[in-house]
């Protein structure tokens, strides 16, 4: 329990909390006044109010930064489309003028089957965070974790949170540009639109197979007739017209080997890009794939891909080095990864490591764990007590592990 004194040095910062939280969420308010009021209080309670109170404070700011950063999106696209149309038929056209209530409105209306607004998908994503640093908090004093280790794990969900919000953001800001793109065909009376893929190797499989197919605007619906299809979505939708004037238009393509833009004829489709880019394709398919005695291994033994996969599913891995080991006797070992006693920080990839993307995941993850023990209680103690910090090790693998089967990041 917290002191008289600690009590109420608490309940001062509590109050300063109240009237900066004021424009905040209600909820968070009525608890902090609900603590304010209460004459004992534990040392646990306390870290999760401030903890929490720090949360407050970002996603405060975020949502009317997001709100104002979408609406200025909109029109922002709204009259480029207008412009690009009028360009492409040589005419000036009648048009809508955006006025304050109509952003207002278009940013409050969700393009989701789930009917939920970017507001809600921030809430979502503040309640996702609260909930992962009070409970890696109370397990980690449970635990008598030290403090800096401690601080790195609270870090550590911060800078996810960041990630998951630039996804977010960015996801919003496509399905933004497709309405204002949507609204502005509407109102210069654009009867069909087209999809236009990025003509280059990172381009998803869905965004293939929609490159160069035209809808009627009547059955436009984000993420199933036109962009975002995905987190990411590169892709974008044009006006369709059907005639001569549009034959001799052009798009650009990247060139799969040396990155450089070039221009193709716009009726050119991503299939029929990818076929003229086949020998370039297939060079740099082989580069990305295992070969010789490791061909069975279907995740590419490079450390880019580690590199990849680590971010793809929140792995930090700042400060450590990998090392990648590609002797053939190797392949008959069952052991996936050492992490290196010598040189603190470097994890040693066996061949076994890449037979799945699963397992690639759980050396990585596994390993880092080590590096984290010897760094923490020096490599001669872990070693000692080899049992102990490799059930430790194990334990936290199968936590991260169904933690990404639960977020469905892992099948």
């Known amino acids: 329990m917290l002191t008289k004194a600690e009590l109420e040095e608490f309940k001062w910062t509590v109050d300063e909390y109240i009237k900066l939280g004021m424009s905040g969420d209600p909820a968070w308010h009525k608890q902090l006044e609900n603590v304010s009021a209460r004459v004992h209080l534990n040392r646990l309670e306390a870290l999760e109010i401030q903890l929490q109170e720090q949360v407050e404070r970002i996603y405060r700011g975020r949502e009317p930064a997001t709100r104002e950063f979408l609406a200025k999106l909109y029109k922002d696209n709204y009259y480029h489309n207008v412009f690009d149309v009028e360009q492409g038929v040589g005419i000036g056209l009648s048009f809508t003028r955006l006025d304050q209530k109509r952003l207002d409105q278009v940013v409050q209306m969700p393009w989701t089957t789930d009917n939920r607004t970017f507001s809600d998908r921030i809430w979502t994503s503040k309640q996702t965070l609260l909930n992962s640093l009070n409970r890696n908090l109370t397990q980690m004093i449970a635990r008598g974790e030290a403090p800096d280790r401690t601080i790195e794990v609270i870090a550590n969900e911060f800078k996810k949170d960041k990630n998951t919000v630039g996804r977010l953001v960015m996801t919003e800001s496509a399905a933004f540009s497709a309405k204002a793109r949507a609204d502005a065909y509407a109102d210069l009376g654009v009867e069909r639109f087209k999809i236009v893929a990025t003509l280059d190797p990172k381009t998803s499989e869905i965004c293939q197979d929609m490159d160069g197919k035209h809808f009627a605007e009547k059955d436009r619906e984000i993420g199933v007739t036109c962009p975002p299809f995905h987190p990411w979505c590169r892709s974008t939708d044009v006006p369709y017209f059907d005639d001569e004037f549009t034959t001799e238009s052009l798009r650009v393509a990247r060139d799969p080997e040396t990155g450089q833009v070039y221009e193709v004829p716009a009726s050119m489709t991503y299939e029929e890009w990818e076929k003229s880019q086949a020998d370039k394709m297939n060079r740099v398919s082989r580069r990305e794939k295992n070969v010789g005695e490791f061909s ?116």
């Not at 392949?331 to 690639?360: M, T, V």
């Not at 059930?391 to 936290?396: T, V």
Request: aromatic content about 8%; charged content about 35%; hydrophobic content about 35%.
């Open 296 to 411: 069975s291994l279907p995740e590419p033994m490079q450390k880019r891909h580690v590199l990849k996969v680590s971010k793809d599913v929140g792995i930090d891995v700042s400060g450590l080095t990998f090392k990648i080991q590609r002797s053939s006797h190797l392949l008959a070992l069952p052991h996936c990864g050492i992490a290196n006693g010598k040189q603190i920080g470097r994890i040693d990839l066996l061949p076994s490591a890449f037979k799945s993307r699963e397992e690639l995941i759980r050396t990585i993850y596994h390993e880092k764990i080590h590096v984290e023990q010897y760094r923490k209680y020096g490599v001669k103690y872990v070693q000692e007590n080899r049992g102990r910090f490799e059930k430790e090790a194990y334990e936290a693998e199968e936590a991260f592990i169904r933690k990404l089967k639960k977020e469905g990041k892992l099948k």
